[in-house]
């Protein structure tokens, strides 16, 4: 079965140093988008890319955080100058044309900022 | 606020005894309800869409409804193996999703 592939499962970064999240999409989809999750809070959404351009994003998406889609099958998430608040899992997940399938969701880069 | 809410945070079930999940939802022209399930450590897995109020979805020991302030999630004669945690979310546009806190599932042998 298809999935999306995360890399690394866990990082870890010193405050202040910039970090790329990886992600490999199912090859056929179209939407992608990143969401995080602090531990025990809610899953919630950063950002949505479609088309080679971001579509939506949240507030906590600011100038500190990019994506990129840099060739046909890597999706990345670059954050700047890493804050204590950002460590949180990081999910990856992507969607075909339908939504009657929703997202689907990689495993996850458990991120880790000291 | 667009907002998702799931009850009870947690519940523990012996096996074989059904019970039921709760989502109520604020969001703003929803155009779809969302449930996934999700194990320690894991990404969210996908379970099922639902698009309008009064629609039902089922796959083996689960059944989703949905009204238009709430969707269940229904599980019958659990086994062990569907203990996680059970994830809603509702969307008005398809680009964001808006999560509940989940409802961690426990079910004994």
């Known amino acids: 079965e298809p999935e999306v592939t995360q890399t690394p499962s866990h990082q870890v970064t010193q405050m202040g140093q910039e970090v790329i999240l990886r992600c490999v999409p199912i090859s056929n989809h179209l939407y992608f988008y990143w969401y995080r999750q602090i531990l025990g809070q809610k899953v919630e959404f950063l950002v949505s890319f479609y088309n080679n351009e971001i579509s939506e994003k949240s507030e906590i998406f600011d100038d500190q955080f990019s994506v990129e889609r840099p060739d046909g099958s890597n999706f990345t998430l670059k954050i700047r100058s890493t804050k204590l608040e950002d460590s949180a899992m990081y999910f990856c997940?992507?969607?075909?044309?339908?939504?009657?399938?929703?997202?689907?969701f990689g495993s996850g880069t458990r991120l880790t900022v000291v | 606020e667009d907002q998702v809410t799931q009850s009870p945070e947690a519940l523990r079930l012996q096996e074989g005894e059904s019970s039921s999940l709760n989502c109520s939802y604020t969001?703003?022209?929803?155009?779809?309800l969302f449930w996934y399930r999700q194990d320690p450590g894991k990404g969210p897995e996908f379970l099922f869409t639902l698009y309008s109020a009064g629609e039902e979805k089922e796959k083996e020991r689960l059944k989703a409804t949905l009204t238009k302030k709430e969707s269940f999630l229904h599980i019958t004669a659990p086994k062990p193996e569907d203990s996680a945690t059970y994830l809603c979310a509702g969307s008005g546009n398809f680009n964001k999703f808006y999560f509940g806190s989940g409802t961690k599932l426990n079910v004994k042998p």
């Open positions: 997940a992507s969607r075909a044309g339908s939504i009657n399938y929703g997202y689907t």
């Open positions: 969001v703003s022209g929803l155009r779809g």
